[in-house]
């Protein structure tokens, strides 16, 4: 199964040249690196990303993650994937842009 993070250009770009993060502000404050799945995506986008422009969509297979994966309860008591441990740049299968359009992010069509 993929999940997905979205980063900021910043975050994606030290995450490129460092070879491994802590995750963006919030991932670190928290102690553990948020994803998404396909279904929670665009709703993290518009909760969290309101208005960002120049972010990042990654896509990682949830099963290469573990044991360090869990799924907690979160918004609305929806099970979301968290990392506790630090996200590598091999982890992740492709990155892509996620414009900002009529003020919402587009998504890719093909995420699963």
């Known amino acids: 199964m ?4 979205i980063f ?3 975050e994606w770009a ?3 040249s460092d070879g491994e993060t802590d995750g963006a502000p919030v991932d670190v404050a928290d ?3 948020h994803f998404s799945t396909a279904a929670q995506a665009a709703e993290t986008a518009a909760k969290h990303f309101a208005s960002e422009d120049d972010l990042w969509l990654l896509a990682l297979d949830a099963d290469t993650l573990a044991p360090d994966l ?4 979160s918004r609305g008591g929806a099970l979301f ?3 506790y441990r630090r996200l590598r740049r091999s982890d992740v299968l492709w990155a892509r ?3 900002l ?4 992010h587009v998504f890719p069509e093909d995420m699963a």
């Open 97 to 99: 842009p996620l414009p």
């Open 14 to 16: 030290l995450l490129q």
């Open 101 to 104: 359009e009529n003020g919402a």
């Open 2 to 5: 993929l999940i997905y993070k």
């Open 8 to 10: 900021r250009a910043p």
């Open 31 to 33: 102690g553990y690196v």
């Open 70 to 73: 869990k799924w907690e309860p």
């Open 81 to 83: 994937p968290h990392l």
